[in-house]
């Protein structure tokens, strides 16, 4: 039975002396030290609450608060169910309720601090996982669904791509939804700030280390031709529901005045 850390949620085949996802500078490791559950426990205690976002959009967290408690998305496309990024708790209600919403088709991950529990999820509804081969280093466990993507854009069915931004992660990923307005599926490869109109960009978030402005920029260019009138982030609350695509170009170009 897999073991899972209790800081950043990273799924292991057993427990060890040390998360090299949590050693590593985009995270931290507590100040009581490492610890570990068993996936089983962990589907015991905890449970995942559902909001819907829009008609086609669902929200799933887990409750009460684990490791980095982001949220993971359901997207239902007219092609199958995309899950896009991972949270760890899959309990017994999460898998019922998605195998009666038609399962699940694919699932996409935008960076490793939401590769989690991605295995479990795979096997249980027999779905392949896209990671960008950047970020390969990162996966602790292996398994036979994962698929490694190469270049800055992945279509993974009509109407769905994967577009490579970097900047947090080498191979940080996004979503773009082309539903007729465009919808961004962003991680924290761009994170929504609190007033929900702007976004900022970090290579590391607990440790509050920033990204250069010519990274920034870079993401900026290769979002400019991909037009989208909604963000959703990684975190709860996180939602532009209106005017995204200017949200983001306004911000990055905040971002990089700040830094001159």
């Known amino acids: 039975m897999s073991k899972v850390c209790k800081a950043c949620g990273t799924s292991f085949e057993t427990a060890r002396d040390n998360c090299p996802i949590c050693e590593d500078e985009r995270q931290y490791i507590p100040v009581g030290g490492q610890e570990w559950v068993d996936f089983a426990a962990l589907t015991a205690s905890h449970t995942n609450k559902w909001e819907q976002l829009e008609p086609c959009l669902l929200s799933i967290k887990t409750i009460p608060k684990f490791a980095i408690n982001q949220r993971a998305l359901l997207l239902n496309t007219p092609h199958g169910n995309i899950l896009w990024d991972c949270v760890a708790n899959l309990d017994p209600a999460t898998v019922t309720l998605i195998k009666a919403l038609g399962g699940i088709k694919a699932i996409a991950i935008s960076h490793p601090h939401y590769y989690t529990t991605m295995q479990e999820w795979a096997q249980v509804f027999e779905a392949p996982i896209f ?111 209106a005017n995204a695509w200017d949200a983001v170009l306004r911000s990055g170009q905040k971002y990089i005045a700040c830094l001159k």
């Open 131 to 241: 990671l960008h081969a950047s970020d390969r280093e990162w996966v602790m466990r292996d398994s036979p669904a994962i698929h490694f993507w190469e270049g800055d854009v992945l279509e993974i069915m009509p109407t769905v791509k994967l577009l490579r931004l970097g900047g947090h992660f080498a191979g940080g990923t996004v979503l773009h939804w082309d539903d007729g307005r465009g919808v961004l599926l962003a991680g924290d490869i761009l994170q929504v700030t609190p007033g929900a109109d702007a976004v900022s960009f970090m290579w590391s978030y607990p440790n509050m280390l920033p990204l250069s402005a010519e990274v920034v920029h870079e993401i900026v260019e290769r979002l400019r031709p991909v037009f989208f009138d909604r963000l959703y982030g990684a975190f709860e609350g996180q939602n532009i529901r």
